[in-house]
């Protein structure tokens, strides 16, 4: 049996256990949020969410209400307007800061700062009291605790706790005076953390930022994002590269990878600086008399080939084993094993990072 | 004496028995005087909860708490009565005293809780433990059901409670069908007397036909709302009452389990529960009595937010549906009843349910707990039928003073806001008060005369609200701040006109959008302040 409901004036269908703001996304309306992450239980928290139901009480949370047949709900209307901008303004009267926000900080870091263009709302109406108590001073190198901007809606508690399953952070105190923090607010360090970062990316205002790509926030350059493939296992979350011209200046995990819906961890999200290490080869070298000298690419080769066969021929061929680094792009390691299983005819391959 | 006991005795004393969170905590807590951070990680390991969440639990409750020696400082009520009759003196003069919020004791102020132990009296050298005010004698001669027996000498003690009907209707109930049971409440017409109204017997029918067990019943004692003390009468001078109720509930809704949730500024109850427990044992067989005393949060009254405190979770309300008749404690189907709801329950089966529909005045049903505070010559707690003049109770009743008038009346303690001097021509009953813009709630009402500042009343009211705020909805969590700062100093928009347009735009957005009563009922101060004292707002405006 079909289910259908009327959703501003057009009869859709939906499917059972579907709440409101599912359907509503389905047919394109752009239903404001900011607790919302379709991966994590919805909380309707920040309210924005509201709809209007016809013989219900007052406006819905969309988010929690679940859909039912018969059903002829108002996604858009003035009043629901009217409370909109009433909640944004509320939330930029405790976070004036929040309509400007580096895009660096995080996936999710412009979600406030565009529904304060969407309403009009600078933070000027309903000023008063601000409530986030920032963790500048926690000296984690990878996660911003720029709680000024927190909005509390608890996005960064529940990712911790349902997806990653750290349950490192949670709600303290109450009220106005809530504070996200760790257990006794200890660094994160001294918690369950364990930097997966995906508290950043869920964050709506950039109150967790990511600390290592906000090195290049002074960069000019616009940010180009490229998808690619974590290489660090087997798992395969998809990413995006961001880069400012020529420079990788940070990792963002791709909300619609299918074998991470967003997740990452630790190496995937941060362990990217070595791209551009100093430290790294720049050109080919050889081994002279104990030193590793300049060498062309030629006869970097030459020597390596040599060297390859010497082993066979002396050895045989089970003497050559390859090992691919982690770090290295896809294309090599493919490359590794492709030349070690043609040359050698054996299966004497690994990667350092095979899970 | 006895050495204090080890981690793992406390744990092990606790862990498998259900709900053990918040009574762990409470034992940490009196053998070392606070929680302690190792008390804490051996709570957190033992009960396999995140540390992280259970520290953000603790953090959430007024009563209990990190900081060393925090167990025994005194606590004195700051609720609206209490400070008419000088308790910022009392705060003031008692060393290391912390404000708490209403302590329900507006009939006989001022409360003082200091670790078990609670207080009362006017000044810090009058200080002494004292029983709860028995009510006034019905001045109208009206037949009551939850009072009719309280004022009967011994009625707490169980010989007493038998010696005046007690525990004929469980032994009757005992011999009837469930359906049976569930008939004679649905034709009583007893509704939920905590505020909501919901039909009881709609919701004991709801929990015996939901699927999936065990069947759990909770018996809401978190009377946390200022001006309300009507709980706290029933628990002390007729515990039986509410224990016969619920063993009742118990074989009509098929659970065979019950909670009372305490809030944790009754101590005196707590006692005289267990006490009671004890004494009845026999009378209850078959039904497993467990008392959980809160840890100090107004949010803890509203039904979920209570469940996920027993529960051990962060005492946030949850969305709803699912509600908890289907998946309340733990997932199970669960009953949620008021103290006085509970209290009515052995009276109906004993007597009737016409008796007790006949109770009420008109097309009302039954009668209701009114705990009538503030200016007025005899606070306490009346019982009225449902429908009854608020003039007859305020001035035939209880009286004011004399060459007094009556400048407002708040309704659900403070969640209804103010009635004013031409809004009391009311009777008690939802429909009437709801056309007023109020409610009746839990049936608090704290009464000002003409001396009183209902500006400043008005800003203590939403200080209150934003202190216990719990933080899980926008428009609650920041509304009741904003309100409260508007009412506290000059803050936002300064012009009366600008003023009183971002109020109403922050009151009208939080009634609509709010998750909950507390942050949807908040704004009905500033509302009815703005419509019955706009001179007075302005007058305090602009003498800014």
Redesign the interface.
């Known amino acids: 049996m079909s289910l259908d409901l009327t959703l501003d004036g057009q009869v859709v269908p939906f499917q059972e256990g579907e709440t409101l703001y599912e359907v509503a996304s389905r047919h394109g309306d752009k239903i404001p949020t900011?607790?919302y992450d379709k991966r994590l239980d919805?909380?309707?928290?920040?309210?924005?969410c509201?709809v209007e139901v016809e013989g219900a009480n007052?406006?819905l949370?969309s988010c929690?209400t679940?859909a039912r047949a018969g059903m002829a709900v108002r996604t858009v209307t003035e009043d629901l307007e009217r409370?909109r901008k009433?909640?944004v303004d509320?939330?930029l009267?405790?976070n004036p800061k929040g309509a400007e926000i580096d895009p660096l900080r995080g996936l999710a870091s412009q979600e406030l700062a565009q529904l304060s263009v969407r309403y009009g709302s600078d933070g000027t109406?309903?000023?008063?009291?601000t409530?986030g108590h920032s963790r500048f001073d926690d000296p984690n190198p990878m996660i911003l605790r720029d709680y000024d901007n927190c909005?509390?809606c608890y996005r960064c508690v529940r990712v911790c706790?349902e997806q990653e399953g750290d349950?490192?952070?949670?709600?303290?105190?109450?009220?106005?005076?809530?504070q996200i923090?760790?257990?006794?607010d200890v660094d994160l360090e001294d918690?369950?953390c364990t930097f997966c970062g995906q508290c950043i990316q869920t964050c709506p205002t950039g109150a967790l930022g990511d600390l290592r790509a906000l090195q290049h926030a002074d960069l000019p350059e616009p940010i180009t994002a490229t998808r690619s493939i974590c290489p660090y296992c087997g798992v395969g979350c998809s990413l995006d590269l961001l880069t400012k011209g020529e420079t990788l200046v940070g990792v963002q995990p791709a909300m619609d990878g299918p074998a991470n819906e967003g997740a990452l961890c630790i190496k995937g999200q941060f362990a990217w600086e070595w791209v551009q290490h100093p430290d790294r080869l720049t050109e080919p070298l050889v081994r002279k008399d104990g030193e590793l000298v300049p060498a062309t690419w030629e006869e970097a080769l030459d020597r390596a080939a040599a060297g390859f066969a010497q082993a066979g021929a002396e050895h045989g061929r089970r003497s050559v084993y390859a090992v691919a680094s982690g770090r290295a792009p896809h294309e090599s390691a493919y490359s590794v094993q492709k030349f070690i299983r043609v040359n050698f005819g054996t299966n004497q391959i690994d990667n350092c990072s095979r899970a | 004496m006895p050495a204090s006991p080890t981690d793992e005795q406390l744990i092990k004393r606790w862990q498998d028995e259900p709900a053990p969170v918040l009574p762990l905590l409470h034992a940490f807590n009196e053998r070392d005087g606070h929680i302690s951070r190792e008390g804490l990680e051996a709570i957190s390991a033992g009960l396999r909860i995140p540390l992280a969440n259970l520290h953000g639990s603790v953090t959430f409750y007024h009563h209990i708490s990190g900081e060393p020696e925090s167990r025994d400082r005194p606590r004195v009520c700051m609720g609206p009565i209490c400070r008419l009759n000088g308790s910022e003196q009392l705060l003031h003069d008692l060393e290391g005293a912390e404000p708490m919020a209403c302590a329900g004791r507006c009939d006989d102020p001022i409360p003082v809780l200091q670790a078990d132990r609670a207080l009362v009296g006017l000044s810090g050298d009058k200080l002494q433990q004292a029983p709860s005010p028995l009510p006034p004698l019905n001045p109208g001669g009206l037949e009551e059901c939850c009072l009719a027996s309280v004022r009967e000498p011994d009625r707490a003690t169980c010989s007493g409670y038998m010696r005046t009907g007690g525990y004929a209707a469980l032994a009757k109930a005992r011999e009837m069908e469930p359906e049976e049971i569930l008939q004679v409440l649905e034709d009583s017409g007893l509704a939920g007397r905590g505020g909501a109204g919901f039909p009881t017997a709609t919701k004991w029918r709801a929990v015996r036909d939901a699927q999936g067990g065990p069947k759990t019943l909770v018996c809401n004692a978190d009377e946390g709302e200022p001006g309300c003390f009507k709980d706290r009468v029933l628990l002390d001078h007729d515990p039986h009452a509410i224990l016969e109720g619920m063993a009742i509930a118990g074989l009509a809704t098929g659970a065979a389990r019950g909670f009372i949730y305490l809030r944790y500024e009754y101590p005196q109850t707590l006692a005289i529960l267990e006490r009671a427990l004890e004494e009845a044992k026999e009378h209850l067989d078959g039904f497993e009595f467990c008392v959980r005393r809160g840890a100090g949060a107004y949010i803890c009254g509203e039904e979920t937010s209570l469940l996920n405190s027993l529960e051990g979770e962060h005492p946030f309300p949850r969305n709803r549906p699912p509600f908890p008749v289907t998946h309340g404690f733990e997932q199970t189907p669960t009953v949620v009843n008021n103290v006085e709801t509970l209290a009515s329950v052995a009276p109906i089966l004993a007597r009737g349910a016409e008796w007790y529909a006949g109770l009420g005045l008109g097309e009302h049903r039954g009668t209701k707990l009114i705990s009538l505070s503030g200016d007025v010559l005899r606070p306490g707690n009346y019982e009225v039928p449902m429908g009854f003049p608020l003039k007859t109770l305020l001035f035939d009743w209880a009286g004011v003073p004399e060459g007094r008038k009556v400048q407002a009346v708040t309704m659900a303690g403070l969640s209804g806001g103010f009635l004013g001097a031409a809004d009391l021509d009311v009777t008690l009953d939802e429909a009437c008060l709801r056309a007023k813009g109020s409610f009746l709630g839990a049936g608090g009402i704290m009464v000002f005369d003409d001396r009183r500042d209902m500006f400043e009343i008005a800003r203590q009211s939403m200080e209150f609200f934003a202190s216990e705020a719990c933080g899980k909805c926008f428009p609650c969590r920041i509304g009741t701040e904003r309100l409260t700062e508007r009412l506290s100093e000059p803050s936002g928009a300064l012009a009366p006109e600008a003023w009183t347009e971002e109020v109403r735009a922050i009151g009208y957005t939080m009634i609509e959008l709010s998750a909950c009563g507390l942050g949807k009922s908040a704004p009905l101060i500033t509302e009815s302040l703005l419509r019955l004292f706009p001179e007075e707002v302005s007058a305090k405006l602009e003498a800014r």
Do not use: K, M, N
Not at chain 1, 42 to 48: E, H, S, V, W
Not at chain 1, 167 to 178: D, H, L, M, N, P
Not at chain 1, 181 to 184: H, V
């Open positions: 900011l607790c919805p909380l309707g928290a920040c309210r924005l509201v007052g406006p949370a929690t679940p409370h009433t909640l509320l939330v009267s405790e109406r309903f000023a008063g009291a409530s909005i509390s706790a349950y490192a952070i949670s709600i303290t105190g109450r009220g106005f005076g809530t923090s760790a257990e006794f918690s369950d």
